[in-house]
């Protein structure tokens, strides 16, 4: 993987929220001149494969935040509450920068309201008014996120360097921030519940979610392509499945860590990967603390 020469920001020079392992980086992208029916250069059903995960993040990432945040008064150890609230500063960051993007979608005229509230509609359905059960659902979604995000950072030909640079940008910094903070719910819900009946609730919980992301997120894809007269293409079908199971295959990838979950024993840093959250983390402090001196 080729990584661009970065420089390691004086932390000092930062002002931040969040943890040290999982700081609020406050970064505004700007998607103003992005074409976003074709910016992954693996094509439009790519393109629009990413924005309908977009379309399912903002409405997600408060569910997260609150479904989390429940258990707050609950937790004794101060690590995990600092961590939490690192966690809940990048989700707030997420669902801004990713609302902005959604906005545009909106703007070209696709349904991203209707969409939104369906996925909503299903999630909530699905966890019902049970805290544990909530957050047993936020545990299961952001095991996904955190693998599909590890199979980006790994293969970053998935968004491939001549993709638009805000766009890459805007989707890799999402990705280690996933991964940074992809063990808190996980933590949390293990301070509230144990045995056999929190492995079952959890093991369930990714079961049933499981069904329904990939409904909500297909369906999205399909309004979006529907819209741009393009659902019959074959090609752009064959070219999508490509992407995805083959080369560079990204849900290929995905689906070995994904399967760990139901181990028993699993946490998420069995999956240690942060060599390579190394790798990429240092430039966005960077860029986050030029933004802060353009502001100053
Ligand atoms: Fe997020
Ligand atoms: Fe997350």
Known sequence: MSVSPITTPSKAKLSRKGSKAIPRRDIH??????????????????????????????????FFIESARHFKD??????????????????AMHGREHRVYNERLAAMGYDVAGLERDSMKMLRGAAGKNPLNKLAATCAL?????????????HPELIPE?????????????????NEHKAVCYDVYQSVTQGPSAYVRRTGMMALVT????????????????????????????Q???????????LRHALKPYLDYFKPGFHPWQHDNRALLEQWKARYDQREMDELALAA
């Open 29 to 62: 992208f700007k998607l103003d001149d992005v074409d976003l029916k074709t910016w992954n250069p693996h094509g439009q059903h790519v393109s629009q494969f990413m924005n309908a995960l977009s379309i399912v993040f903002p409405e997600g990432e408060k």
């Open 74 to 91: 609950q937790l004794k150890n101060p690590q995990l509450l600092e961590d939490l609230q690192g966690f809940i500063g990048q989700e």
């Open 142 to 154: 952001e095991h996904f996120t955190a693998v599909l995000a590890d199979v980006l950072l790994n």
């Open 162 to 178: 001549n993709a638009h640079p805000e766009m890459r940008a805007m989707w890799m910094w999402h990705a280690v921030e996933e």
């Open 211 to 238: 069904v329904l992301f990939w409904s909500r997120v297909f369906q999205n894809q399909a309004h979006l392509v529907r819209r741009d007269g393009i659902a019959t293409d074959w090609r752009g079908w064959l």
């Open 240 to 250: 999508f499945g490509k992407f995805a199971f083959t080369q560079p295959g990204g």
